[in-house]
């Protein structure tokens, strides 16, 4: 509340053309700032650079310990309730007791570990799931994955399915407020309600499986990605509406 104020306070103080608030936490932060005032406000959510990749290399089967071709459903966001990691152990449950080859990989840490590691406890995943606490490259482990889930509560604008769809890896999102921005249902990616563990956890099979369908949600999430989601092509439509609202406050 104090940062806020304080927001507020600067605002009123410099009477800028505009207020870009960027992604979810800044653009709250932005709205709260101008309410009640006439002023502008600009929401940005992520963009991702779409050049290739560096010369790094990350064998992320292999950190694991698994065979070249054991198939891996995977996630990265933070222990946090807005994520939902149970619900993330608990749709690998169900996976896993239709496919007996995949294995499962979860890329963060948070406040919600003792939940999580009993979760996987319950849902007798054994060996089958892994956990990498901190991976600084983890765009490099996201590339790997056959499958990539995000079931969250709600999201501002989610980075990391933004990755995947980049590398082509197909994605299954909770249908929230974020991610129903990031892909359209049934055509660049898969969304279920909230907390739907068995719809998720078939959303799952159905993209391991292959086939035509997959292969058309990999060719349309990456076009999206390339039409909506390229940062340097948001930068450049930014500048536009900056001075556009600079002219007008002129």
Not at 202 to 217: E, I, K, W, Y
Request: aromatic content about 6%.
């Amino acid at each position: 509340m104090a940062g806020l104020m304080q927001l507020r306070r600067l605002v009123s103080e410099l009477e800028p053309p505009v207020v870009n608030g960027h992604s979810s936490v800044g653009g709250a932060f932005a709205r709260a700032a101008v309410w009640g005032t006439p002023m502008p406000v600009i929401y940005t959510p992520n963009g991702i650079d779409l050049s290739p990749d560096g010369l790094d290399h990350f064998d992320l089967r292999k950190e694991l310990q698994l065979h070249a071709d054991v198939p891996l459903v995977g996630t990265v966001s933070r222990l946090a309730p807005q994520k939902s990691p149970e619900d993330f152990v608990r749709i690998c449950a169900d996976v896993s007791r239709v496919q007996r080859d995949v294995h499962f990989i979860l890329i963060g840490a948070g406040q919600l570990q003792p939940e999580v590691d009993e979760a996987v406890r319950l849902a007798g995943l054994g060996d089958r799931f892994h956990q990498i606490p901190f991976l600084p490259r983890a765009s490099l482990a996201i590339q790997q994955m056959d499958v990539f889930v995000l079931p969250s509560l709600f999201e501002g604008a989610a980075y990391t399915p933004l990755v995947a769809m980049k590398a082509g890896v197909p994605v299954v999102l909770s249908d929230v407020t974020g991610n129903t921005d990031t892909i359209e249902h049934n055509a660049s990616g898969l969304l279920f309600p909230f907390g739907d563990i068995e719809s998720m956890a078939g959303g799952v099979l159905t993209l391991l499986s292959g086939g035509a369908r997959r292969d058309s949600m990999v060719d349309a999430a990456h076009e999206r990605v390339r039409r909506h989601f390229d940062r340097r092509d948001m930068g450049t439509r930014l500048g536009h509406l900056y001075e556009e609202f600079s002219l007008q406050h002129a």
